[in-house]
């Protein structure tokens, strides 16, 4: 069997298993030293920076490093509970399923991307960010409740990803029922715009209950996709995807 194929099973099936399990336990990043105020994060608007300034990340980088390597970004949906480090093991795609960011055992693991497919730069033509669907509302517990109500989806539009350099904007566009299908891997990691433009196709395809669109937000092949990936609540078969485009850089 493929290696990145049985790797690819496994992550999907345990994240899976998530959707079943009641805890209370709940992952509080506003303790996480090192990460932004997410009640001030307006203040780390775009808007706030001058073009001659240079660039000083919210995120205290050099601290979080300085505790675990592998932590790589930072991922922030303002007004939400989603304000958490991603990491990524260089060796193990599956290590953080059932971690914390300092390597402990933690049943609401840790949100990551995965080496085989993905670079820690979020500059692949798609970067899939992984998240157990807590029934205690951690890590991407909420998701999809915020994004499958209508009004709710249309407040939420923004999702900041902050790097070392740099912060990304992005602005989703979809949120949407998804098979098992390990997106990165049954898609080549999108190594075409070609194929990029068939996943797009099939998302837009979706018709279920919990889906949403921006139709306004016109999605180009070329863009630079943001996917966010947890549990569908109700079916463990199935995800849930959020899917937001890179709108603007700020570095």
């Known amino acids: 069997m493929n290696k990145k194929y049985f790797v690819a099973g496994i992550i999907s099936s345990v994240l899976c298993i998530a959707c079943i399990v009641l805890t209370v336990v709940f992952y509080d990043t506003g303790n996480v030293a090192g990460g932004p105020d997410i009640d001030n994060i307006g203040s780390l608007s775009s808007g706030s920076l001058s073009q001659d300034e240079p660039y000083v990340s919210p995120v205290d980088f050099a601290l979080l490093q300085s505790k675990n390597a592998d932590i790589h970004a930072w991922l922030t949906i303002p007004d939400t509970n989603v304000n958490y480090p991603i990491v990524q093991s260089p060796t193990d ?126 999605v180009k092949k070329d863009d630079k996709i943001l996917l966010l990936s947890t549990c569908l609540q109700g079916d463990i078969s199935k995800r849930y995807l959020v899917l937001a485009r890179l709108a603007s850089e700020i570095k």
């Not at 993905?118 to 033509?125: A, M, R, T, Y």
């Open 93 to 218: 795609d599956a290590f953080y399923l059932r971690r914390s960011i300092d390597g402990t055992y933690s049943v609401n693991g840790t949100l990551f991307t995965e080496h085989m497919y993905n670079g820690i730069d979020f500059d692949d033509p798609v970067t899939a960010v992984y998240g157990h669907d807590m029934k205690s509302g951690a890590m991407f517990g909420r998701l999809q409740e915020t994004y499958s109500d209508e009004q709710s989806f249309k407040k939420h539009k923004d999702i900041i990803v902050y790097l070392p350099d740099r912060e990304l904007h992005y602005e989703v566009f979809a949120a949407v029922p998804y098979s098992k299908r390990h997106i990165l891997y049954y898609y080549n990691s999108f190594k075409t715009e070609e194929t990029v433009e068939e996943f797009l196709n099939e998302i837009y395809s979706v018709r279920a209950f919990s889906t949403n669109f921006d139709e306004d937000c016109k």
